[in-house]
């Protein structure tokens, strides 16, 4: 309980608390429609079956594949992967957040107005579809997290009470055992408190660090390190260690190679890492015409952007990683007057080159209509479906064919899809431990796995929703029996 004491002082006043509130309730009104949306998004249809798969015994990484860190995984099997459930924990998650956002807001800034638009900014890009803010996925789960870390950071930097900065460690832990861009947050706030100890001095190039004063950054890695060390010690007594650290670190460095290569392996990865760099330093020797808040921002927004573009692939909701520290450099655009016309020009820059990379959710607007529609009956359920994804109604079909004609088996179905969701719609798992077909087509030897997997479960069916030539190696004791709209249905033949 003490703990919670560290968040009163700040929220004591009435006025404050009503504001609080009145956006903790905007947000929510903004998330409800994720509630009811029908299984679409295919990231979230993986981490269904992950959840229903590991409540069947089979083992993260060595019975059922995908490669972020566990606990995401861990969050849909304790709902048995079940949609509604896991996007209400996201929405309360996200509700705390907006809370300790408001609360971090207080300690940066002065000016009412500048926590107020930082907030309200905060607030559109994570409640609403605009940045994928609706989605149960990785970056929902970190940012409350990532918020309280930075909270005791502050706390640490203030009393320098060497147990905040630990348990500042531990709750980066819990954000990069939910994926591991958050990494990047460590460093950010390594660098910062590094910096606002003095501990970093370019004029003083034999004494770059004080060692004397190591200490607090010891504990800091060591909390930032504790839940990874433990699920190493959990996935080695599951006899799973190489599987868990392939899929925690190896394929992520291989996923991350894929699209950064130029003229050498990741060639634009060493670009953005020289852009990054470049810009911390000159931050750093800048600091001291800096507040401690513009400092704590500044470092953060580069090394977020940074995790942003990691992998140099389009996904919407790697935004979410930049939205915390952006819209707080929002609010020092009011905070402080000195650069201000800097700080706009900067932030034009950064949302277009957000927005030519990774492009906004352009129905915006349709989303709630179409939400409105549906609850007062004035769409049909098809076509509420249609507006998610043009897969969708067909998605929903092919369960229902399963339910209706499979055996009653976990492993009677085999999908030749990226649609992992017909998986937990209808209530079967993969033969073998890949989902989706461009697991099975991304890894080595996966071809060969999943034809063993399939001989030895035998299933009924075949779906395929994906034309590639790859599916003809699965064939050869399946006819084609059906089809739905434009998915093939094989039956085996005994």
């Not at 059922?64 to 996007?87: C, E, S």
């Amino acid at each position: 309980m003490k703990y919670l004491r560290l968040f009163n002082k700040e929220l004591t006043s009435r006025k404050d608390a009503w504001v609080v509130i009145f956006f903790v309730l905007i947000f929510i009104l903004f998330r409800m429609p994720s509630l009811v949306e029908p299984y679409w998004y295919g990231d979230e249809g993986i981490y269904q079956v992950i959840g229903k798969a590991l409540n069947s015994g089979r083992i993260l990484y060595q019975g059922i594949w995908d490669n972020k860190p566990p606990i995401l995984y861990y969050i849909y099997a304790l709902f048995n992967g079940d949609q509604f459930f896991v996007r209400a924990l996201s929405l309360v998650v996200g509700s705390f957040s907006v809370i300790a956002f408001y609360y971090l807001g207080k300690i940066l800034f002065s000016n009412k107005k500048s926590i107020i638009l930082s907030t309200a900014i905060y607030v559109l890009l994570f409640a609403t579809p605009l940045i994928e803010g609706n989605i149960a996925n990785a970056e929902n789960f970190m940012h409350l997290p990532i918020i309280l870390s930075a909270i005791l950071v502050f706390k640490f930097l203030d009393n320098k009470k060497l147990r905040y900065i630990f348990f500042s460690g531990v709750l980066l832990s819990i954000a990069l055992m939910t994926k591991i861009v958050a990494v990047f947050e460590f460093t950010a706030f390594l660098i910062f408190l590094l910096a606002s100890l003095h501990l970093i001095d370019f004029k003083k190039a034999k004494e770059f660090l004080n060692f004397k004063k190591i200490k607090p950054f010891a504990l800091f890695l060591l909390g930032f390190l504790t839940l990874f060390i433990l699920f190493i010690l959990y996935f080695a007594s599951l006899n799973a260690l190489p599987d868990f650290l392939r899929g925690v670190l190896s394929e992520n460095i291989d996923y991350v190679g894929v699209e950064n290569n130029f003229l050498f392996p990741m060639g634009v990865l060493l670009i953005k890492i020289i852009i990054a760099a470049s810009l911390i330093f000159l931050i750093l020797i800048k600091r001291e015409n800096l507040s401690r808040s513009a400092l704590f921002i500044y470092i953060w927004l580069v090394l977020a952007l940074f995790s942003t573009f990691f992998s140099q692939r389009p996904y919407m909701h790697y935004v979410l990683m930049t939205a915390l520290p952006f819209s707080y450099f929002m609010g020092s655009i009011i905070e402080e007057k000195k650069h201000r016309v800097i700080k706009i020009l900067a932030a034009i820059f950064l949302v277009l080159i957000v927005y030519l990379n990774f492009g906004i959710y352009k129905k915006l607007f349709s989303y709630y209509d179409n939400y409105i529609k549906f609850i007062l009956y004035e769409k049909r359920v098809d076509d509420y479906q249609l507006f998610f994804d043009s897969n969708t109604p067909r998605d929903y079909e092919l369960a229902r064919f399963i339910d209706m004609f499979s055996r009653e088996r976990d492993y009677d179905v085999f999908l030749w899809s990226d649609s992992g969701q017909i998986y937990a719609l209808s209530d079967t798992l993969p033969p073998g431990k890949y989902i989706v077909a461009y697991h099975i087509t991304y890894y080595n030897n996966a071809i060969n796995y999943i034809i063993s997997e399939i001989e030895k479960a035998k299933p009924t069916y075949i779906i395929q929703t994906k034309k590639e030539f790859e599916i003809k190696r699965f064939l050869p004791s399946y006819v084609l029996k059906y089809r739905i709209r434009d998915a093939n249905i094989y039956e085996r033949q005994n």
